[in-house]
């Protein structure tokens, strides 16, 4: 076997057909890094022919000691169980990244360590690639932990929905019944989704923008979206979904439902008082207390109504989510909801809408991203996982990130280097 370099077609092809494929080991994700200052470098592991293994290179000069970092984006593209293979890709790698002055190689392989379920309870007997993970560290990588918090460069845990050959129902079914709830009445308040535009991406922005100062969290600049769209959307990788509210819907639907509750009330009403139905009183008084209380909420929401559509207009903008879509599944990677308009939970029908997307689309899974593992109530992320959570689904626990060391003097260099350099940032700021 020998490692040979792959230009962008023969690796498009190797890589497409492998189950580990994300967004992650394409053409397209490798041009947009290019931006960011990364070179790639497509690679395969050839035997009679046949590319056995492979994976993208990303890499870059690190400034203070002019030495080179690689880093593999989710991962080589290789079976990490069949310790032969790994052995020779492994061997022949360290070979090829030597020669381009690299010392060391970064992956955090998309392959699960323990099968868990919706509580991120260890199935038992579930499946497991603990072979990999040892495979792995006999051959030398060095493990950064099986950390439970979001500390990686890519998120170690995930929540995700099985969706392929599922229906929509079957999807719905294994929802809480609070979340249905909440898209029922959701569609009743006329919020839909819409995939935006180009020229509408400043609208995306500003979503994020105010989500990540009441979140208290840095939104990168428009121009990191602007570059995304630029390298991800035309191929379909990448596409921003928003949710709007229309308050003429809203209004309409209010008022036909006060009238329901109003009809039946009155219909009661008069067929008790001329004899014309026989109910038990308490029940009688039940059922009328009911309608009264829903007249009542509802004329409230129309009244809310007036306000918002005096302060908003007719439509106004909730939230959005940015999708990047690739073989085997539709991920949410990140998104945000306009502070003044919170109340209407717009993220549940953005999330459901990609749901769909999916399963009508026969995508193996719909990946809410990054959760942590510790699900313990007192962790502060414990309601961005008990949402996710609520859509039904399972926990996915990756085998985290290794660092496959080529040069061991300049390797702890760069991390006395590395570390003094973030020292000193947080010492400026």
């Known amino acids: 076997m020998k490692l040979i370099e792959l230009n962008d077609k023969e690796f498009k092809k190797f890589a497409d057909k492998h189950e580990q494929i994300t967004f992650h080991q394409t053409i397209e994700w490798a041009n947009l890094k290019k931006h960011n200052g990364w070179k790639h470098y497509f690679v395969g592991l050839e035997e009679n022919k046949k590319i056995k293994a492979g994976a993208l290179l990303l890499a870059k000069q690190l400034p203070f000691i002019k030495k080179v970092m690689f880093y593999s984006p989710r991962g080589f593209l290789i079976d990490y169980n069949d310790k032969k293979l790994l052995t020779d890709f492994t061997n022949e790698i360290k070979k090829y990244v030597k020669e381009k002055k690299g010392i060391f190689i970064k992956i955090d392989p998309y392959v699960s360590y323990q099968e868990r379920d919706n509580n991120g309870d260890i199935v038992k007997d ?89 979140r208290e969290f840095i939104d990168r600049p428009f121009s990191y979206y602007e570059s995304m769209w630029d390298n991800l959307h035309d191929s379909g990788i990448l596409k921003i979904l928003i949710g709007e509210i229309d308050f003429n819907i809203y209004e309409k639907n209010t008022k036909e439902e006060l009238d329901e509750h109003q009809k039946a009330l009155d219909d009661r009403i008069y067929k008790h008082d001329n004899n014309l139905l026989k109910m038990n009183e308490k029940k009688y008084k039940s059922s009328n207390k009911q309608d009264e209380e829903a007249i009542n909420r509802l004329k409230k929401d129309l009244d809310k109504i007036k306000e918002y559509k005096k302060q908003f207009g007719d439509k106004k903008v909730l939230g959005g989510i940015l999708f990047l879509i690739y073989e085997n599944e539709v991920l949410s990677l990140l998104g945000g909801t306009l502070d003044d308009v919170m109340q209407f939970k717009s993220a549940y029908t953005i999330h459901y809408a990609g749901v769909k997307y999916a399963v009508e689309n026969n995508y193996k899974r719909y990946n809410f991203y990054g959760i942590t593992g510790d699900f313990s109530t007192n962790n502060p992320l414990y309601g961005l996982y008990l949402f996710k959570k609520s859509f039904g689904g399972h926990v996915v626990e990756l085998l985290g990130e290794y660092d496959l060391i080529i040069n061991k003097f300049w390797y702890k260099t760069y991390k006395i280097a590395f570390s003094l350099y973030h020292k000193l940032k947080n010492i400026k700021k």
């Open 126 to 214: 579930g499946k497991n690639n603990i072979s990999s993970h040892k495979n792995l560290i006999e051959l030398g990588y060095k493990h950064f932990g099986f950390n439970t918090m979001q500390d990686t460069l890519q998120p170690r845990w995930m929540h995700v929905i099985e969706t392929e050959n599922r229906t929509i129902d079957e999807v719905n079914s294994d929802m809480d019944s609070k979340t249905r709830q909440i898209l029922r009445k959701n569609e009743r308040c006329g919020i839909t989704t819409r995939e935006i535009t180009k020229d509408e991406l400043h609208i995306f922005k500003d979503i994020m923008q105010k989500t990540s100062d009441r």
